[in-house]
């Protein structure tokens, strides 16, 4: 079984501030791991994944975020804030084999706030 | 626009209706995946389909719900006799494969609002 954790359901940051969400998982098979935003009444849009390749991952829109086997993390950030990051962030988890047929277990997000 | 296509946007029913949601993937996908957003929860996997096969059900309701993927059109998410507690957003991703290392690709979603 899989799960996801994220800590913390609100984040408030100013603008130009480092973002940091944070993110941990639990998975029994290695995992594949995925960082996903929703704007306002809208699907989900990738920012970046981790699918066993180099453990530092960039992504979209400045966003990079770092796996940590050892300490089953998988954390977002970017070093300075803008105020059209202002989202909802999902980190999601998949198992590498396919025995879940590659189904996403979801933590249950993280709004982001960006002040001015 | 090649992405995945959900349609309605919105959806209102009352009480005892029955509600359909369509999704059409992203060309070239034939791995379909329902998720469903409650309230204040995240997202939580319902069903995968291929082509003509429900593969995985294990996370859709045992009554009222149903979800097809024909040969030819999009795939059908269908609620019935809808009760309030089924509003909700309702999302549909995409697919090439069934591996796990591809993203999925999302809908805007349908909302689902229940009178």
């Known amino acids: 079984a899989q799960s996801v954790t994220q800590l913390g359901s609100h984040v408030s940051v100013s603008e130009g501030a480092l973002v940091l969400l944070r993110c941990n998982y639990s998975s029994s098979v290695p995992p594949y791991l995925f960082w996903y935003v929703q704007y306002p009444n809208q699907g989900l849009q990738l920012l970046l994944k981790y699918t066993s390749a180099a453990t530092l991952v960039k992504g979209i829109n400045g966003f990079e975020a770092e796996f940590k086997k050892s300490e089953t993390s998988f954390h977002l950030t970017k070093p300075s804030a803008h105020m059209r990051d202002a989202a909802e962030y999902f980190c999601a988890v998949s198992d590498a084999g396919g025995t879940s047929y590659g189904k996403l277990t979801f933590g249950q997000g993280t709004i982001l706030t960006v002040h001015p | 626009n090649a992405g995945v296509m959900q349609n309605p946007r919105h959806l209102v029913r009352r009480r005892g209706q029955e509600a359909r949601l369509r999704c059409s993937p992203m060309?070239?996908?034939?791995?379909v995946y329902w998720y469903r957003q409650l309230p204040e929860e995240g997202l939580k996997f319902m069903v995968y389909?291929?082509?003509?096969?429900?593969?995985?059900e294990s996370g859709m309701p045992k009554e009222r719900f149903s979800a097809e993927f024909p040969k030819e059109g999009p795939s059908i998410l269908r609620i019935q006799q809808v009760v309030r507690g089924d509003s909700a957003a309702y999302f549909c991703?995409?697919?090439?494969?069934?591996?796990?290392?591809?993203?999925?690709?999302f809908g805007d979603g349908t909302r689902l609002s229940i009178l």
């Open positions: 389909l291929q082509k003509e096969n429900i593969i995985d």
């Open positions: 060309k070239g996908h034939s791995h």
């Open positions: 991703a995409s697919s090439p494969n069934q591996e796990g290392n591809q993203p999925q690709h």
